[in-house]
């Protein structure tokens, strides 16, 4: 596991702080540390530090699955949640089926949101050295689509599945590795094409791109407006991308193709997730943090101004209600109405 520890530099003035909170040491969990998730929960914990909140530890190249598990046994305080996860521990069902219904059901319940976002879109991707042109080439192929047990395993292979019919280990082998191998994996030519989340622009294929020239596809028109894949995108933790091609941004070297002038694709949603019985104030220093650094965070990279970090209104952007059973903490949602925003009724406590 390899851990990135946020120091606070600077002396809070305790007429600034509550002295219990500042002297607080949180641990939080998140994917790699380039992607979506990985940069909000660094941010958390940067700006948390700043406003002399907590100092948090966070260790990045985790496998979700698993993390917001330790989140909810008290083995962690903080991780970053793609919101098919807590569905999928609320029933006990895919990677929790080892817990049973009961104790996923317990579980799900013992977590709460602080703030959400889009973690990214499902694209598939190859290099232009590879044989695969297209989503109708991937049978008989070698594809990377995530972590072991991941949410970004379990949605990339349904958007195989909506996009092309083929199902892993049938039609197609599907190889696993955990994120923070994702660029060697996409380099070392273990796959012929990558079907996972991406950004606008996208650190993965960033990186990847120093290796040789790659293409990138939206999902097919057909089978994007297909029945099947617009329910797939109401489905818990997953969320619809339609926009022009022109802001489907990609670094130089990333050719991306559309059969049209738009970009299309299933995203995944979620968010941080605490404890239900973190102390209130915590958890509201800590979404304080966030909204109060907005832009400041926006700025760290290229992406985060399009993931939709700081909305709260729009429940099928969020990913919250419906079949999705987590809720926000009370204290995140004093932060959000202080900060002037209007919490959803169905994604209060």
Request: charged content about 20%; glycine content about 10%; some cysteine.
């Amino acid at each position: 596991m390899r851990a990135l520890h946020i120091i606070a530099g600077l002396a809070i003035s305790a007429s600034l702080v509550t002295p219990a909170l500042a002297q607080t040491n949180l641990s939080a969990e998140t994917a790699n540390a380039n992607g979506v998730p990985g940069n909000t929960v660094l941010a958390l914990g940067e700006f948390a530090n700043a406003a002399g909140v907590a100092n948090i530890q966070v260790a990045t190249g985790q496998t979700l699955t698993n993390s917001i598990q330790n989140v909810a046994e008290g083995k962690s305080d903080i991780s970053a949640a793609p919101f098919i996860l807590p569905f999928l521990l609320s029933r006990g069902v895919g990677p929790y089926a080892k817990l049973g219904k009961d104790t996923g059901a317990e579980y799900a319940d013992r977590l709460a949101v602080l703030y959400t976002y889009r973690l990214g879109v499902f694209t598939l991707s190859a290099y232009n050295s590879s044989n695969v042109k297209g989503w109708n080439d991937l049978a008989g192929k070698t594809v990377y689509n995530g972590p072991p047990r991941g949410a970004a395993l379990t949605n990339a292979r349904g958007v195989v599945k909506l996009a092309t019919g083929l199902g892993d280990g049938d039609d197609y082998k599907g190889v696993q590795v955990n994120w923070d191998q994702a660029v060697k994996t996409m380099t070392d030519g273990s796959a012929d094409a990558f079907v996972l989340p991406s950004s606008f622009p996208d650190g993965r294929h960033t990186a990847a791109v120093a290796s040789g020239g790659i293409t990138m596809w939206s999902m097919p028109k057909a089978a994007f407006e297909s029945d099947a894949t617009q329910k797939y995108m109401k489905a818990p933790g997953s969320g619809k991308v339609d926009i022009p091609l022109s802001e489907a941004i990609q670094p130089e070297g990333v050719n991306v193709v559309s059969e049209d002038d738009r970009f299309r694709g299933v995203a995944t949603v979620g968010g941080e997730v605490v404890r239900k019985d973190m102390d209130e104030e915590l958890a509201y220093r800590l979404t304080k943090a966030v909204l109060d650094n907005l832009d400041a965070i926006k700025a760290k990279t290229p992406f985060l101004p399009q993931v939709s970090l700081g909305e709260i209104a729009d429940t099928a952007t969020t990913g919250m209600c419906g079949a999705m059973p987590l809720k926000y903490h009370p204290g995140a949602v004093r932060a959000w109405e202080e900060a002037g925003y209007t919490v959803p009724d169905c994604a209060k406590p």
